[in-house]
């Protein structure tokens, strides 16, 4: 008789497998106890070789890949130290496991199109929404039709209205990337360049949405950059295998209930809580200063608030959305202060750290922790010109002069484009640097108009672009510091002088630039932090903030500081949400919103 335990060590919660061990503390074949460590999942079995080879092939059936799985393990153990008591409950949004899709979602099924299919493993069945309680098949079917019809179909998932088109849909914020539902996972790779590890993320319980770059000269797809994903939803799931009998690969999507996720430093983090009014909760080593907090961010439904606060040394995070879009996004100064302090929730005295919080909407910024848990703002990115006129103004007026005059006669279009260029706010980010670069790098084609493409469009052609590089050299464009009273910040002018110098000397090679531009931000910044742990020591480095959705910069970021550096990106609290709440009841001084 053998003793044998399977973990699986996750880096946040997953409801799903917790599930799991329950049910299979229910066993009837297997003797058996499970248990749960922060976020390890474990279940432990007494018997011999032949009996435990059986349990370990149903256990890798069940199972399923989830993003959040870091090290599944099998060993075996001297004493089972695990329990015959049930885990306790986690809300599950999961709408279907590999047991039950091949019942309701393969077209050669008898019992295709019920959505309603009982599953014993995953339960799904019993949380299903009461719309779909009475829904057949050919009411689907009618849906589809009506999808072919109209070109366009709306369909309720958890409260959200989503809407499916066979055409790009038009957005009331112009700022969202076009979303992209696979209907053939089979044909993923004859229509987008992706990796196996985001082929394996796109088929996880999770049904994350990620980024992706379409194919070179793709006869349809004609934005830099797409987010796709599979079908969340049983509903959604038939929807798709109709329309892949009908020969359609993808659809677009809007107010996908997928959530966002990039991949940095080989961890796949959310972007944000995906979750509507759901609750988060993490034991705190540390006590906050404050009993509670309020932060709030923005995703494609509208206003999302995080109210967080402690009891008994446990952070409670509350997510609830609000419908209503903001006129204007109003920007934290103390996010990154927040993001840092949260990361650092289950050390009593935690020190020698950074955080490189790079933000679409929140003050990008680098901020140190010492050995006194002081914080102290390193580094601040500038606000640049809103538009191309000024941005034009402020070169002129800089040493850049020489520059821009001759990028004007050898580049004359693109100069009429920057010229016309609008941003729109906040304008102290990557993103936007990003944004004015890709008119110096001729991003507008003459077949398009300057005025229909969004900051978020022209930013995802320089990323784009850069991904597009294989090798490994690349220009070093220039990202100087500017000595400030109480912090350093970005000479921009100087950086976008370097991205026309080598725009001049190799108009043509773009791929090769918009690389360097990733590689080349990287190295400095890695410099920085060398400089700082110089003189405060810096043992950890903290990645954070939704300017990391830009993967090619992650990347860059991870193999240079990851060198000298451990690094963290706090997958367990999101890149901006749940961090900004859980660090705000640690703010020397109370947040006001």
């Not at 797409?226 to 509903?235: E, M």
């Not at 950074?354 to 006194?372: C, G, H, M, P, R």
Request: proline share 4%; with cysteine; net charge neutral.
């Amino acid at each position: 008789m053998k003793n044998i335990r399977f973990e699986f060590n996750c880096n946040r919660e997953v409801p799903f497998y917790g599930h799991l061990c329950n049910q299979y503390l229910h066993s009837e074949q297997f003797d058996l106890c499970i248990g749960q460590q922060g976020n390890l999942y474990f279940i432990e079995a007494q018997g011999k070789q032949t009996e435990l080879e059986n349990l370990a092939d149903t256990i890798a059936s069940d199972f399923l890949l989830s993003t959040s799985l870091e090290q599944p393990q099998i060993r075996a153990v001297e004493n089972l130290t695990g329990t015959k008591t049930l885990l306790p409950p986690s809300a599950l949004d999961l709408e279907y496991c590999q047991h039950c899709q091949p019942k309701f979602a393969d077209n050669q099924s008898a019992n295709f199109g019920d959505v309603n299919y009982p599953c014993q493993c995953c339960n799904a069945h019993l949380r299903l929404p009461a719309s779909l309680n009475e829904i057949k098949l050919q009411e689907i079917k009618n849906l589809v039709r009506q999808l072919e019809e109209h070109g366009e179909l709306t369909v309720e998932h958890n409260g959200i209205k989503q809407h499916i088109s066979f055409k790009p849909i038009a957005k009331d914020n112009t700022e969202q990337r076009s979303c992209l539902m696979i209907c053939n996972p089979n044909n993923l790779n004859a229509h987008f360049s992706v990796t196996n590890q985001q082929v394996l993320a796109l088929s996880s319980i999770e049904k994350p949405l990620i980024t992706a770059r379409p194919i070179a000269k793709h006869p349809r797809l004609e934005q830099a950059l797409y987010d796709i994903c599979f079908a969340k939803s049983r509903l959604l799931l038939v929807i798709c295998e109709i329309l892949r009998q009908k020969g359609i690969d993808f659809v677009y999507v809007e107010n996908s209930d997928n959530p966002q996720m990039v991949q940095i430093n080989g961890q796949w983090i959310r972007q944000n809580a995906a979750v509507t009014n759901s609750v988060h909760r993490y034991p705190a080593h540390r006590e906050p200063l404050h009993d509670n907090a309020q932060q709030y961010s923005y995703d494609y439904i509208g206003k999302v608030n995080f109210l967080a606060n402690c009891k008994n040394d446990v952070i409670e995070v509350k997510v609830e959305h609000d419908k209503q879009l903001p006129s204007s996004i109003q920007q934290s100064k103390d996010a990154a202060a927040c993001a840092l302090h949260a990361s650092c929730i289950k050390q009593k005295k935690p020190k020698h750290k950074a955080v490189i919080y790079f933000s679409d909407k929140f003050n990008n910024q680098i901020v140190t922790l010492d050995d006194k848990q002081n914080t102290d703002l390193f580094f601040e990115f500038p606000v640049l010109p809103n538009n191309g006129y000024e941005i034009v103004h402020q070169l002129e007026l800089s040493p850049q002069k020489a520059l821009i005059e001759k990028f004007k006669q050898q580049f004359p279009e693109d100069y009429i484009n920057l010229l016309s260029l609008k941003l729109t706010p906040p304008t102290n980010n990557v993103q936007s640097l990003w944004a004015i670069a890709a008119i110096f790098l001729g991003a507008v084609t003459a077949k398009q108009d300057i005025n229909t493409l969004s900051k978020q469009q022209l930013s995802d052609y320089v990323i784009a672009k850069g991904m597009c590089h294989k090798g490994a050299n690349a220009p070093r464009i220039d990202f100087p510091l500017t000595r400030g009273e109480a912090f350093r910040s970005l000479n921009w002018c100087k950086t976008l002088g370097s991205i026309i110098s080598f725009r001049l000397a190799e108009g043509d090679n773009i791929e090769k630039l918009a690389f360097g531009m990733h590689d080349s931000l990287a190295d400095f910044i890695c410099n920085w932090i060398e400089h700082l742990d110089q003189n405060i020591s810096i043992k950890t480095v903290l990645l954070s903030g939704s300017g990391f959705a830009n993967e090619l910069l992650g990347q860059r970021l991870s193999l240079r500081l990851g060198k000298n550096f451990l690094l963290e990106c706090n997958p367990e609290q999101d890149l901006e949400g749940v961090n900004l709440a859980v660090g705000a009841l640690y703010l020397k001084r109370r947040r006001h919103s």
